[in-house]
């Protein structure tokens, strides 16, 4: 979708694309990056890891994590639909109304977008209540709040914004789809209702969504950049509430995104405000970051570059993402590429590169095996060249006065704004290559023996205390901790100068202090370790069952179907009434 739209403007008046497709195209595009992406890659993050930083075996709510798994799967699915059925969303990812409404989109593509973001946001909610659960209640002996590691933290701070976020864009769609397929007037004007509801409802959400993109993202950093500077994370109590106070700012500066839509010089003023005072807990982090490298004995592997070059992208997102608090200067570049460059800046200069960071860090930990850190190191100096070729321009060409959400810009911007469209999208064929690098990683490496050692990076948190890959209970015995950095300080000690000593000959590996490998387990995960008695809870499909009823719920809506709306309901009622009843344990479980 990204190269489609790359394509379209590579001239002012490219022919690849209709403006229908167009509009289609950088929806989807906007909706798959946001929705389909990067929020269940970082929720994957979460289900995987959170247990084992906190010393759990598993999440509190393990058949509600499938069934949000199937959520967000079935709503995925049920979106991309619609491009077979009569055409996708064209509204864009935001789908202000009334331009999303029937006489201007008359398809059924907003009700497959607004139906299909419903279901997703199921597995969101459904998820978060599970982590929050997880991380509150089975946390390790001895880990408090504060000895947890930086990305459980900002785990826990994502699942309360997603919490109370996810009912608000809930009803905005429900009041969307009525409007679309029953035809009332939530955000018809011409029945007395106003647009800006649409614009309030969707923003009071959608600001909150950017750290629910962009925290997880900073977590991951957080823990990649003390182990490769070989040093504690520093201020590791300012970094933690940095990322609560964001979580908490971030619901009061909504309408910097509506600085256009005439809120009047009150409001504006407030929120320009409000904008300016959350960078400041998104600098601390920053300061923190690079006084944790300073001075420390830093290995530039592949996760090590990936985290150095979030924090650079990140910070100058962030700075032009400020200059918008300043509402003349927002006014005159809000329908400009200037803010395409600012949030790609943020959340692919972001959320993507931690993301990749966190990938090559801990794919040894899922998989056994190491990534090459050759090829790792070929993908990353393609990937960070081809970003700044493709979002870099944009900033010039925004400023220049291309518009944003047209799929021509016409001659009469002048040459200088096509060259800087020309770069941009070679840049995008540029990070094409580098996933196409990154993917030859994969399968070159999935080919191979699982020859990762168990501690390969000499890591700090407890996650590493477990074979790669762990076996399914995580831990054979909870570990108990002392330590905010557990696993760093069962493997060394300090001298009386302050510098990490082995406890004993090879201090690297997790045989220290009576700790017997991989938390106790004989490393194969395939439970044939004579730990049976270790019980846990026992697979089920009935969250699949139940949650298929879901998109034939949601055609039955669009198509004002009786008889899918019975097919649906009966699925749903009936995996719902076979989940309850069947046991979570088997007869003869210890």
């Given at each position: 979708e990204a190269l489609l739209i790359r394509a379209q403007l590579a001239t002012n008046e490219g022919t690849i694309l209709s403006a229908d497709k167009y509009n289609q195209m950088f929806t989807m595009h906007a909706t798959t990056m946001v929705f389909l992406f990067v929020m269940p890659m970082a929720t994957a993050f979460a289900n995987y890891f959170v247990p084992l930083q906190i010393g759990a075996r598993d999440v509190a709510f393990p058949r509600i994590n499938a069934f949000g798994f199937w959520c967000f799967f079935f709503g995925a699915v049920f979106v991309n639909t619609s491009w077979f059925l009569g055409g996708a969303a064209d509204g864009g990812w935001f789908m202000y109304a009334p331009n999303s409404s029937v006489p201007f989109s008359p398809t059924s593509g907003i009700d497959f977008w607004t139906l299909g973001?419903?279901?997703?946001?199921?597995?969101?909610?459904?998820?978060?209540?599970?982590?929050?659960?997880?991380?509150?209640?089975?946390?390790?002996?001895?880990?408090?709040?504060?000895?947890?590691?930086?990305?459980?933290?900002?785990?826990?701070?994502?699942?309360?914004?997603?919490?109370?976020?996810?009912?608000?864009?809930?009803?905005?769609?429900?009041?969307?789809?009525?409007?679309?397929?029953?035809?009332?007037?939530?955000?018809?004007?011409?029945?007395?209702?106003?647009?800006?509801?649409?614009?309030?409802?969707?923003?009071?959400?959608?600001?909150?969504?950017?750290?629910?993109?962009?925290?997880?993202?900073?977590?991951?950093?957080?823990?990649?950049?003390?182990?490769?500077?070989?040093?504690?994370?520093?201020?590791?109590?300012?970094?933690?509430?940095?990322?609560?106070?964001?979580?908490?700012?971030?619901?009061?500066?909504?309408?910097?995104?509506?600085?256009?839509?005439?809120?009047?010089?009150?409001?504006?003023?407030?929120?320009?405000?409000?904008?300016?005072?959350?960078?400041?807990?998104?600098?601390?982090?920053?300061?923190?970051?690079?006084?944790?490298?300073?001075?420390?004995?830093?290995?530039?592997?592949?996760?090590?570059?990936?985290?150095?070059?979030?924090?650079?992208?990140?910070?100058?997102?962030?700075?032009?993402?400020?200059?918008?608090?300043?509402?003349?200067?927002?006014?005159?570049?809000?329908?400009?590429?200037?803010?395409?460059?600012?949030?790609?800046?943020?959340?692919?200069?972001?959320?993507?590169?931690?993301?990749?960071?966190?990938?090559?860090?801990w794919w040894p930990k899922v998989t056994g095996r190491m990534l090459s850190e050759k090829l790792g190191k070929v993908h990353f100096w393609i990937w960070f060249i081809g970003f700044n070729l493709t979002f870099?321009?944009?900033?010039?060409?925004?400023?220049?006065?291309?518009?944003?959400?047209?799929?021509?810009?016409?001659?009469?911007?002048?040459?200088?704004?096509?060259?800087?469209?020309?770069?941009?999208?070679?840049?995008?064929?540029?990070?094409?290559?580098?996933?196409?690098?990154?993917?030859?990683?994969?399968?070159?490496?999935?080919?191979?023996?699982?020859?990762?050692?168990?501690?390969?990076?000499?890591?700090?948190?407890?996650?590493?205390?477990?074979?790669?890959?762990?076996?399914?209970?995580n831990f054979e015995e909870i570990p108990v901790v002392t330590h905010r950095d557990e696993f760093w300080y069962r493997k060394y000690a300090e001298d009386a100068e302050g510098r990490a000593v082995p406890r004993q000959a090879g201090g690297s590996t997790t045989e220290v202090q009576g700790q017997p490998p991989a938390g106790g387990d004989t490393g194969d995960p395939d439970h044939g370790d004579g730990h049976e008695h270790i019980h846990m809870p026992n697979p089920s499909y009935w969250p699949l069952v139940m949650t298929f009823g879901l998109p034939i719920a949601g055609y039955a809506v669009i198509y004002r179907s009786l008889v899918l709306a019975a097919i649906g309901g009966l699925l749903m009622f009936f995996g719902f009434y076979a989940w309850i009843i069947e046991p979570v344990a088997e007869d003869d479980a210890h």
């Open positions: 973001i419903q279901i997703t946001g199921i597995a969101s909610l459904t998820g978060a209540i599970n982590l929050i659960v997880t991380v509150v209640n089975m946390r390790a002996p001895g880990m408090s709040l504060m000895k947890m590691p930086i990305f459980t933290w900002m785990v826990l701070v994502v699942q309360f914004l997603l919490l109370f976020a996810m009912p608000v864009i809930a009803v905005a769609l429900f009041q969307l789809t009525f409007d679309g397929v029953f035809g009332t007037s939530f955000f018809n004007p011409a029945a007395g209702a106003d647009p800006l509801l649409w614009q309030h409802l969707f923003w009071i959400f959608g600001h909150p969504e950017v750290y629910i993109l962009i925290l997880p993202a900073m977590g991951i950093v957080s823990e990649i950049l003390p182990v490769f500077s070989r040093k504690p994370l520093f201020g590791y109590a300012a970094v933690a509430f940095a990322g609560a106070a964001i979580g908490f700012i971030g619901w009061g500066v909504w309408a910097h995104h509506m600085f256009a839509a005439g809120l009047g010089p009150v409001a504006r003023a407030a929120f320009g405000l409000s904008t300016m005072f959350i960078a400041v807990p998104t600098g601390i982090k920053i300061f923190n970051w690079v006084f944790t490298m300073w001075g420390g004995k830093l290995r530039f592997t592949t996760p090590m570059l990936f985290a150095i070059g979030f924090v650079a992208m990140f910070t100058i997102g962030g700075l032009s993402g400020v200059t918008h608090s300043v509402v003349p200067h927002d006014a005159q570049q809000t329908d400009t590429y200037y803010v395409v460059a600012h949030f790609h800046y943020v959340l692919f200069g972001g959320a993507l590169f931690g993301l990749m960071a966190g990938t090559y860090y870099g321009p944009m900033h010039f060409a925004g400023l220049l006065g291309q518009p944003r959400r047209t799929y021509q810009y016409g001659p009469e911007l002048g040459d200088t704004v096509t060259i800087w469209n020309r770069i941009a999208t070679f840049g995008a064929l540029v990070i094409a290559l580098s996933v196409l690098v990154f993917t030859w990683n994969v399968i070159k490496t999935q080919r191979g023996p699982k020859d990762a050692p168990d501690d390969p990076w000499d890591a700090r948190t407890l996650e590493w205390l477990t074979s790669n890959p762990p076996a399914h209970y």
